[in-house]
Every structure is written in C-alpha cells, then in structure tokens.
C-alpha cells in the first residue's frame, strides 16, 4: 500500500464507532468510507430455550463455550426456563472446552474450570486443545455466537462427534446493499484496503460472494489488490478460513493499531 494512506480508500466494515476510525484513517492521509457489513447480533430466547430443552433432555459427554457472553446468555436462559439446577448439573458432569479468557472467566462463575482451554485465543488454538481426546460416538453440545465456527464444527464431525449447537445470539445479516458494493468495490479495485472488526464481517462478504458465484475473484481481488485488514487474531482467523493470505493484523488489538499498520504495509 505504499508508506501512509496518502490518497488510499480505506474501507470500515464496522457499524460502531465508525467516526473515530474515520478520523484517524484521514489523519494518514486516507478516504474513508463505510461499508457496514456487521448485521445485527440479538438474543433468541425462544430458540435457545428449546436448544436447552433438548440438551436437558440428553446430557452431552463434552459442551464447548466459545463466547463469555453467550456462556452468560445460556445461564440466564436456563433460569429463566426454570432449569438452573438441571443445567448446572449438566455442566458439571459434563467435560468443558473454553476459548479466550472473557468465557474461562464466565465459567469460574458458574464454578467450571475447563478441561481444555485455547492457547492463543482462537478456534484453531481449541481444536489444537481438543485434538488429543477422542470424540467418536460423543454427544458434543457448541455454544456459537451469531455465527458457526465451521473449523470446529469440520474437526467434531470428522471425529464422529454427534455435535448440537447453542446459540443465545443469532445474527441479522447486513444490508445486501452495502455487502453488494463493497464487494464490486474489491473485485474492481476501486478500494485498497478494507478494515475488518469482527468475524462476522469476514463471513458476511464471503458468504454473498458464494451466492453470487464470485469467491475466487474476490480472493484474487484480496492477494493482489485490496489489503485486508484484521483488528485481532479471531477476526484474522475468519479471514484466514475464507482463504484470505495476505493482510495485516497488529499486535495490539485495537482499531487505531489496525490503521496504523495498514498505513505502514509496504505492497514493495
């Protein structure tokens, strides 16, 4: 991209805190503009409640947390259905899988440690944690966030899991508008980079493109042109999982460290 974002359209995929990250972006020279990719994230109470039911109705041998929050929204859940107890039970007996320290955290609340925890704050670093158990014939219960994590979902069925997903949170998807733009704006190389905030940006562009017919021309659009930019591993992950090689992910997970590096990415 050259030293700086001089005369550089720099694509925001988020829907929050758009401004700041306007701001800075002009700060190093750049035009930015927004493309908000993010959907809505909201609570299924109804549809996580018969999710519960179910697992209620057959206790699984391991349950895998992947969020704090939804951790959170499955206890609340529980309660509200009148089957704290009955989940908790199911918890402790059950082995438990954590990925990133927000849900270890909401765990130790629910008097849960782990028996087996990510390295590195990523899918790929629980599936590293899980590869040595062994899964066949298992009844294995996911708790997912907004959307599936299917490199996770891939290892549990490939070793025999019989997998159900938990989800407290599902996800509205974004204008097909934007998605549909930015998209074009990509493949044509009308943008230079494109700033990724959470993975469900990643997969909301992706999966568009799989419905238009267009994946390999958009992750040819991404090795050559368009600079993809990851505010932290997991949504570098997502990124990698779609098939994306190149782009830039700082050290310290925050947008003004993301534009930062994108400013400081050399094509040479």
Not at 53 to 70: H, M, N, R, S
Not at 90 to 119: F, S, W
Not at 150 to 177: G, M, W
């Amino acid at each position: 991209m050259g030293k700086g974002l001089e005369g550089k359209k720099i694509v925001i995929a988020g829907s929050r805190k758009t401004e700041e990250m306007s701001v800075l972006i002009k700060k190093q020279g750049g035009l930015p503009l927004i493309r908000p990719l993010q959907g809505t994230v909201f609570l299924a109470a109804e549809e996580v409640g018969s999710e519960l039911k179910k697992l209620i109705a057959a206790p699984p041998d391991w349950i895998v947390f992947t969020t704090g929050i939804g951790t959170e929204a499955l206890a609340d859940a529980a309660d509200q259905l009148g089957a704290k107890q009955e989940f908790q039970q199911i918890i402790h007996q059950a082995k438990v899988a954590a990925r990133g320290y927000k849900t270890v955290a909401a765990l130790k609340k629910l008097g849960i440690t782990p028996a087996a925890v990510d390295d590195d704050g990523t899918i790929a670093g629980l599936i590293r944690a899980l590869e040595k158990e062994s899964f066949a014939k298992k009844r294995i219960a996911v708790q997912l966030h907004g959307e599936n994590a299917p490199s996770l979902i891939k290892f549990l069925t490939e070793n025999e899991a019989e997998v159900q997903c938990l989800l407290p949170y599902r996800h509205h998807a974004p204008d097909e508008k934007a998605v549909e733009t930015l998209m074009n704006e990509i493949i044509g190389q009308a943008v230079d980079g494109v700033c990724f905030t959470t993975a469900i940006q990643v997969r909301s562009l992706f999966q568009y493109a799989r419905q238009k017919e267009q994946v390999k021309e958009l992750l040819d659009a991404f090795s050559k042109g368009t600079l993809a930019g990851a505010v932290g591993k997991v949504t570098a992950e997502a990124l990698t999982e779609e098939g994306v090689r190149r782009m830039v992910v700082p050290e310290l997970e925050r947008m003004g460290a993301l534009i930062m590096e994108m400013s400081r990415y050399d094509r040479g």
